[in-house]
């Protein structure tokens, strides 16, 4: 057992969160409905020697500030699988940040990927106009097998994403970072620059699950969003700044690009008066793409804090450096 644990304050876990006070109060108590061992509480309930002896906390969107209440913190678990907003914070450099790998999550983010680009591959917003206008009109059908969709990202939630589509019949590549061995995907993998340049010469629909870093944020511009094959769309499910707001718009306007499904925004919510909510080639969506579970996320955070208080072992966490 880790020493830690004889200690009664790391019984309390800190949460700390930016979250409206309904559901950080929901939060409170789907996580406490899964502690083992420990209870999780608002840090305003740790006395002053508590809050000195927490080396762990668990975050959602956390301030720096809030942060800066805990100074003795080793590691912090996020509730969130993206945790770009803590990656740019100044925190300790040695505070480990955990962010939340869920099955569960892959799963729901898999299932609205295939709605998404079932709605692009069978023409749905083509179809949505022409009954506005009473306008009957058929078009050719593609098969899912003669349609090429290209996962960016091939991370907890790309991976299982281009596993569906595949499964769908969709002919999916993915792109990520580093090479990949064939026994790893199941799907062909390009990566680096030239590997992003070819696979968006031959795909129609790409579906973006990047982590929004330095490298990534404007990502898909006028020059990679040119690489495009006329007529392809894009699903953006990662951040909003990975793509170049601009470039996307002209790309529609001009017919180089045929539709965007945006879930994720440089500004959410969306502001009231932003194009994108009137643009007849863009769908808007409320960041609602895979929600985290809480009953699953409670669980995944549970069984890390116990094994963090019994073997003093802290889960992979994320390299700060690299930003994902
Ligand atoms: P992950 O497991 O960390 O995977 C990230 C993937 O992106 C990896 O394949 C990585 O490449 C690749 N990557 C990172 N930087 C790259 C670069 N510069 N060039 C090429 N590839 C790069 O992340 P995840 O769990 O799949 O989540 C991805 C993102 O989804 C999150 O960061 C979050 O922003 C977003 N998200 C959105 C929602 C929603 O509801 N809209 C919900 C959850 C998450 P390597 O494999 O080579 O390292």
Redesign the pocket.
């Known amino acids: 057992m880790n020493s830690n644990m004889s200690n009664t304050a790391f019984t309390k876990v800190p949460f700390l969160s930016g979250l409206d006070q309904e559901s950080h109060a929901k939060w409170l108590v789907a996580l406490n409905e899964a502690a083992r061992g420990f209870t999780v509480c608002d840090v305003g309930e740790l006395t002053q020697a508590e809050r000195h002896q927490a080396s762990v906390a668990i975050v959602a969107n956390p301030s720096a500030s809030q942060l800066a209440v805990l100074p003795n913190l080793v590691w912090v678990q996020s509730l ?3 945790v ?1 907003k803590l990656v740019n914070q100044e925190l300790a450099p040695s505070l480990k940040i955990v962010r939340l ?1 869920d099955d569960r ?1 892959s799963e729901t ?1 898999a299932e609205a990927a295939l709605a998404w680009a079932l709605y692009l591959h069978r023409d749905m917003p083509l179809y949505r106009q022409q009954q506005d206008q009473q306008q009957w009109q058929q078009w050719p059908v593609k098969l899912a097998h003669e349609r090429s969709v290209a996962v ?7 991976k299982r994403v281009a596993q569906k589509l595949s499964d769908t019949g969709f002919v999916v590549r993915g ?4 090479a ?1 061995s064939a026994n790893e995907l199941t799907v062909a993998h390009f ?1 680096g620059e030239n590997g992003l340049l070819e696979i968006l010469k031959i795909s129609e629909i790409v579906i973006i ?5 330095e ?2 944020s404007g990502l898909l511009n006028e020059q990679t969003l040119s690489y495009l094959p006329s007529g392809a769309s894009i699903i953006n ?3 909003g700044p990975i793509i170049n707001d601009d470039a996307l718009l002209e790309g529609l306007n001009a017919g180089q690009l045929a539709h965007a499904v945006l ?2 925004f440089a500004t959410e919510p969306l502001p009231e008066h932003h194009s994108f909510w009137t643009h007849l080639n863009i769908t808007v969506l409320p ?5 985290t579970d809480q009953t699953s996320a409670s669980k995944i955070v549970a069984n890390n804090l116990v094994d963090y208080f019994e073997n003093g072992a802290i889960p992979t966490s994320i390299s700060k450096a690299r930003g ?1």
Request: proline residues 5%; charged residues 15%.
């Open positions: 969130w699988a993206g770009e790998v999550l983010m960016l990202g091939m991370g907890a939630l790309g792109w990520s970072k580093n990949k990566s699950l990047l982590p929004l870093t490298d990534t499910f990662a951040r879930d994720v960041h609602i793409a895979a929600p994902y």
